[in-house]
């Protein structure tokens, strides 16, 4: 069943549901983005680390 399905009742079942779905979902693309922009930093950055000899 999916919410653009005519059969979909907004019942609390599923409001508890979407939001606790969206809620770990955006948590999750949040830091994948955050994880993304920082190796993009690090490779692309003249930041160096300096641990090569």
Do not use: C, R
Not at 22 to 39: R, S
Not at 43 to 48: D, L
């Amino acid at each position: 069943m999916f919410p653009f399905s005519f059969e979909w009742i907004w019942d609390m079942g599923h409001m508890v549901f979407m939001g606790g779905l969206w809620y770990a979902l955006g948590i999750i693309g949040l830091g994948m983005t955050y994880v993304i922009i920082k190796t993009l930093q690090d490779t692309f950055g003249n930041g160096g680390g300096g641990d090569h000899h």
